[in-house]
Every structure is written in C-alpha cells, then in structure tokens.
C-alpha cells in the first residue's frame, strides 16, 4: 500500500538453472502453459534482473536488505528465512 512503511527486504538467491528446472517441474501440474515454456521462464527471470532486483541494492544502501540462500530443503530454508527476518527487524 502507498504510505506503507518498509522496514527490510529479503530476497531468496536460487541459481537461474535451478529456477528454471523447479517452474518446468511446477508446470507439470500448474496448469500454465508458459510453466513449460523455458524460453518464457528464461525471459521472466531477465524482467526480474532487469526490473525488479535492483530494488534490492536500494534498500542495501541503509543495511535494510539480505540475500538468503533459497536453495535446500524446506525446513532449512525457512530457518534462513527467519533468522534473516529476527536480524533486520
């Protein structure tokens, strides 16, 4: 919402390879065709880079920002995901 106070930003780091190998997997039960497409996963993660990353180096200035490691099991993510949210509140 406009007005909304952002206190930090998190983003997951995956490899692009792996990315794109986990959305031709989720396309076999999406139900989106462009989740089979890789030239259309290819090209959203490039919009990504391009468009929204960036964001990401906006918020590193004033140490508002942390990379997480997206990669490994669950469980083991969703730890990094915490400890990242406890250390930039």
Same mark, same amino acid.
């Given at each position: 919402n406009k007005g909304t106070e952002i206190s930090g #930003? #998190?983003?997951?780091?995956? %490899? %692009? +390879?792996?990315?794109?190998?986990?959305? #031709? !997997? @989720?396309? *076999?039960?999406? =139900?989106?065709? &462009? &989740? !089979? %497409?890789?030239?259309?996963? @290819?090209? @959203?993660?490039?919009? $990504? +880079?391009?468009?929204?990353?960036?964001?990401? &180096? $906006? $918020?590193? *200035?004033? +140490?508002?920002?942390? *990379?997480? !490691?997206?990669?490994? =099991?669950?469980?083991?993510i969703l730890s990094r995901l915490e400890e990242a949210?406890?250390?930039?509140?």
């Amino acid at each position: 919402n406009k007005g909304t106070e952002i206190s930090g #930003l #998190l983003m997951l780091e995956v %490899d %692009d +390879n792996e990315i794109v190998t986990r959305i #031709l !997997n @989720r396309g *076999k039960t999406s =139900g989106r065709s &462009d &989740d !089979n %497409d890789e030239a259309i996963i @290819r090209d @959203r993660i490039r919009v $990504f +880079n391009e468009q929204t990353a960036p964001i990401y &180096d $906006f $918020f590193a *200035k004033t +140490n508002r920002s942390i *990379k997480v !490691n997206g990669v490994g =099991g669950l469980e083991e993510i969703l730890s990094r995901l915490e400890e990242a949210i406890v250390s930039i509140s």
